[in-house]
């Protein structure tokens, strides 16, 4: 109940119209205050004004007004800045520290309100909402993308910002492993984080004149060239791993961190990681040429690299396969720059106050075009118009942080359709109320 009444008070959706103190004083709430999720007061910095005298304070809302002394405020200098006590229960007069009275307010949640946020919380679909989504106004669903989509990059910056931490501020290193673990591109991500993790950039730049060595470090760093092989290449790739092994002090991982199976030829990890050979065989340091890019065609063109000769006739070191170039496809290259490009720009932008940097990656985001999945589709199939990666972004955040976690009342559609007196029937004995 007490989460209810903190909703109703934020976003004013109570109906009593006026509101009356337990006293028989009108007020009138000019502003309910900034919610805090901190330890203190619920809202601070709230205004009503009574009697035409405008107060200025905290407010505490509680289930029962007899909570107040159960969580011992009535003790706490922390809440002698409390104006109004706002309660659904008038069980108990509060008071200060000092003895002082302080007015207080029963509030209760409109039926409707309880009505809505039942058929959004309680129903057993993964998006609850989505057949009535293509109702909200395209302005507010604007608004909200454009919200959802900063979020999800501050996100993403936050990770980054916990790698510079690690790695001394060198964006370069973190910017090998941010792109490594994408080239994991979701099944072999975490594998292909700790792969980069074990093995700096620097051992792979001291050996960058030779292809043989770069692949060597990298699959021999996986652990892929433990085996028995008569592949000439294969046995090279061993003897070069032997030799980088001991003069770097490395230790490898093991191979069944790497998942093949189920997964399509070309999305196999031994071709990823020699798409990766070939990009760092190509470029030093390449954060650095990114930041001085100006195009997306110019940044795609870092990754349009192929393999050596040996992987035109694999896709593994146990499968061969008919001749041909294998370079990254376009789709791959997109959600490389959407998964690394992008926030890194904005990272790089937030963190040394260089906004023209965050700009960057907004309209990379704006050149890349929407992205195809499960999420992407099930919005669009509901009537949501999506332009570019930043709208699919925008989608995705929201499925994970919002529909996933059932965090309706802190989206802005879920707070739309609470607020409407239509919405269908929830009825089911078999669960609880959200109050309860």
């Given at each position: 109940?007490e ?5 109703v008070?934020k ?5 009593t ?6 006293d ?5 709430v000019?502003?309910p205050?900034?919610?805090?999720t901190n ?7 709230a205004k009503i004004k ?9 407010v505490?809302?509680?289930d029962?007004?007899s909570?107040w002394?159960?969580?011992k ?13 706002v ?7 509060v008071?200060?520290?000092?003895g002082e009275l ?5 509030l209760s949640?409109?039926q ?6 039942d ?7 993964p998006i ?7 109702e909200?106004e ?10 959802l989509l ?11 910002d916990?790698?510079?931490a690690?790695?001394n ?19 072999n ?5 700790w ?8 051992y ?5 004149g030779?292809?043989?060595?770069v ?5 021999g760093q996986?652990?892929m060239?433990?085996?028995?092989h008569?592949?000439h ?11 980088l ?6 230790k490898?991982?093991?191979?069944s ?11 196999f990890?031994h071709?990823?990681l020699?798409?990766?050979?070939a990009?760092?065989?190509q ?15 110019e940044i ?8 050596s000769?040996y992987w035109?006739?694999h896709?593994?070191?146990?499968y061969?396969s ?14 490389l720059?959407?998964?690394?490009v992008?926030?890194m ?13 965050c700009e960057r990656?907004?309209?990379?985001l704006?050149?890349?075009?929407a992205?195809?999945?499960?999420i992407v589709?099930t919005?669009?199939?509901a ?8 709208d699919?972004q925008?989608?995705i ?15 802005r ?8 007196s239509?919405l ?13």
């Amino acid at each position: 109940m007490e989460r209810l009444l903190h909703y109703v008070w934020k976003y004013r959706l109570y109906t009593t119209t006026p509101l009356v103190t337990t006293d028989g004083t009108v007020i009138q709430v000019l502003d309910p205050g900034i919610h805090n999720t901190n330890a203190g007061p619920d809202f601070f910095n709230a205004k009503i004004k009574v009697s035409g005298t405008v107060w200025a304070g905290s407010v505490e809302i509680h289930d029962k007004a007899s909570d107040w002394f159960l969580h011992k405020h009535n003790t706490d200098k922390a809440y002698n800045s409390i104006i109004l006590h706002v309660t659904g229960c008038d069980d108990a007069a509060v008071y200060r520290e000092n003895g002082e009275l302080i007015p207080q307010l029963v509030l209760s949640v409109p039926q409707n309100i309880r009505s809505n946020i039942d058929w959004l919380l309680l129903r057993e679909t993964p998006i609850s909402c989505l057949s009535m989504i293509k109702e909200i106004e395209p302005l507010h669903l604007s608004g909200w993308m454009g919200a959802l989509l900063s979020e999800r990059l501050e996100r993403k910056t936050n990770d980054i910002d916990s790698l510079l931490a690690q790695y001394n501020n060198d964006w370069n290193e973190v910017f090998y492993i941010t792109l490594t673990r994408n080239f994991g591109f979701g099944v072999n991500s975490d594998a292909f984080e700790w792969l980069a993790k074990s093995l700096p950039l620097r051992y792979i730049q001291k050996q960058r004149g030779s292809t043989s060595q770069v692949e060597a470090l990298l699959f021999g760093q996986a652990g892929m060239l433990e085996e028995e092989h008569e592949c000439h290449y294969y046995r090279l790739l061993q003897r070069e791993y032997q030799f980088l092994r001991h003069k770097f002090d490395l230790k490898p991982l093991d191979e069944s961190l790497f998942r093949s199976l189920r997964i399509r030829p070309f999305n196999f990890p031994h071709l990823k990681l020699a798409h990766l050979a070939a990009i760092w065989l190509q470029q030093d340091t390449l954060f650095s040429a990114i930041l001085e890019a100006r195009t997306t065609g110019e940044i795609k063109n870092f990754f349009r690299v192929l393999p050596s000769e040996y992987w035109e006739t694999h896709y593994h070191f146990r499968y061969a396969s008919v001749k041909k170039e294998k370079p990254i496809g376009e789709n791959a290259l997109n959600i490389l720059l959407i998964n690394t490009v992008v926030p890194m720009l904005f990272a790089y932008g937030q963190r040394n106050r260089f906004p023209e940097y965050c700009e960057r990656s907004m309209r990379l985001l704006e050149s890349i075009p929407a992205e195809r999945n499960s999420i992407v589709s099930t919005f669009t199939n509901a009537g949501i118009m999506v332009r570019n990666a930043g709208d699919t972004q925008a989608l995705i955040q929201l499925k994970r942080e919002y529909c996933e976690k059932k965090k309706c009342l802190y989206c802005r559609i879920g707070f739309r359709l609470i607020k409407r007196s239509n919405l269908p029937i929830f009825a089911s004995s078999n669960k609880q109320r959200i109050d309860e």
